[in-house]
């Protein structure tokens, strides 16, 4: 027998940026709320990105250049990006569907709503941020994307028509004007484009905990529990059945990152989330200085100054998410540096695995379930989940509240892909 919480309460499920995100949106919109994770809030994919705040981020996943790497990408053991021999089956289906991005209707679709998405991002996380007292995590002096070959860097700025489509500020860069920026990059960098409206977040376990922090002392109850299933009652309430206890709530919303895929299969034919996972490693001293977070783009990796070092971080590798992590991927992201930035010490290095949640089209899931209407859903953020994160809180609110969203949410429905 469930218990049902108090009325119009809302259950989030998920304590990673974007559940706890969404909880900072509700509770300002004043309403009750209840957190659930089954491990504490902020341990997963959201715990070690790299913190790029990255207004440039538009693009689906799949390129035509991908046609043709994909026998490559099979065979490499441990290229930037790979494929492991266990996850092939997962990934067919969802590359078939990555593919069908290609065509250019649907391509535009996918930047349209990202750009859409982007544009709001750091107004809308600051917003978020000055509340729970965190604001200085966040600084907003641009990021940078550096090449050491010609060919690399056209390829890129063939691209600066598009984000000045969007009315984004992209400025392409001699090898000189990116070394005025940050010193610290070597000679052989040839050019680059400055992104300069993007921003970073100098710790971004720190901004989740921070609100974590904020929502309890203002009321709201976190749960330690895993939700199995969550079910749509005949007098309108969601059921959310957890490990140790059945309770009813007016409204739910999904935010499980990786995992939502499991609580949504009952829901959606098909939910093609794949485990992508990334990682970083952390120099404590690096012997460096950068200013603002450096995307290397040839092989693509990122480097951002945090409060506690510089996190080198990147890398996709498809496989299972409880397959043990390969931590030589970790550690080549330490050689590639000492290849793009001046004498970087990688004493003392931390290894750190994530789990993005990747959908086919590089566009989130953000929707309400059709026939369950107090059941949202927040999840699929990918590469770009802590840059999207307020702004998606921001759409979640106006789902639960009936209201019209900042975003039209309705390319992001999950019902895109039955
Ligand atoms: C190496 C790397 C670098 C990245 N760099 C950037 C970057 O620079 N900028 C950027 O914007 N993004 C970046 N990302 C992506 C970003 O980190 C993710 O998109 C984001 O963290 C996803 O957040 P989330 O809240 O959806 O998922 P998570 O952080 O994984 O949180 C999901 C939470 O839900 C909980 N949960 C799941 N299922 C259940 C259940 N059934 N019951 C209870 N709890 C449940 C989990 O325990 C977890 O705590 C990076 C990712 C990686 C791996």
């Known amino acids: 027998m469930s218990r049902s919480a108090s009325k119009e309460s809302i259950a989030v499920v998920g304590g990673g940026i974007i ?10 919109n004043g309403k009750r709320v209840t957190v659930i994770e089954r491990d504490m809030p902020m341990q997963a994919c959201s715990a070690g990105n790299a913190g790029y705040l990255s207004e440039a981020n538009i693009f689906p996943p799949a390129s035509p250049d991908m046609l043709w790497q994909i026998p490559k990408l ?21 590359g078939r569907r990555a593919l069908s991005v290609l065509n250019l209707e649907a391509h535009s679709k996918v930047t349209d709503t990202l750009a859409a998405m982007t544009r709001l991002s750091f107004e809308s996380i600051s917003k978020l941020a000055s509340q729970a007292g965190a604001a200085e995590l966040l600084t907003r002096n641009g990021g940078l994307v550096a090449f050491k070959t010609i060919a690399g860097l056209e390829k890129k700025a063939a691209a600066i028509d598009t984000w000045n489509r969007y009315g984004f500020a992209v400025k392409r860069l001699s090898g000189h004007q990116m070394r005025e920026l940050e010193p610290a990059l070597v000679p052989e960098i040839i050019g680059g484009l400055l992104f300069e409206r993007s921003g970073r977040c100098s710790n971004p376990q720190r901004l989740g905990l921070r609100y974590a922090e904020y929502l309890r002392n203002h009321g709201v109850e976190f749960v330690q529990d895993e939700v199995k299933a969550l079910a749509w009652t005949p007098n309108g309430e969601v059921e959310v059945q957890g490990t140790r206890s059945e309770v009813c709530y007016s409204q739910a919303v999904v935010c499980g990152g990786f995992w939502s895929g499991v609580l949504m299969k009952r829901f959606f034919r098909t939910v093609p989330l794949v485990s992508e996972r990334g990682y970083h490693l952390m120099l404590p001293s690096p012997g460096l200085t950068l200013s603002r977070p450096i995307v290397f783009g040839e092989p693509h990796f990122a480097a951002t100054p945090m409060d506690e070092g510089l996190r080198l971080a990147g890398t996709a590798e498809f496989a299972r998410w409880d397959s043990p992590p390969s931590w030589t991927r970790a550690d080549m992201l ?34 309400t379930v059709p026939d369950a209407p ?3 859903y927040a999840f699929g953020h990918a590469h770009n989940g802590l840059t999207l994160s307020g702004v998606t809180a921001q759409c979640v609110a106006a789902l639960v509240h009936g209201t019209e969203p900042p975003v039209s949410v309705a390319p992001m429905a999950l019902a895109r892909f039955n």
């Open 374 to 376: 107090g059941i949202h």
């Open 19 to 28: 559940g706890l995100s969404v909880a900072m949106e509700l509770l300002r």
């Open 74 to 94: 099979l065979l490499a053991k441990d290229g930037p990006l790979v494929i492991r021999p266990s996850y092939i089956g997962q990934m067919l289906p969802w």
């Open 334 to 367: 330490l050689s590639l540096a000492q290849k793009y930035l001046r004498h970087v010490d990688g004493r003392q290095a931390k290894p750190w695995m994530g789990i993005r949640p990747s959908l086919p089209d590089g566009l989130p899931a953000i929707g």
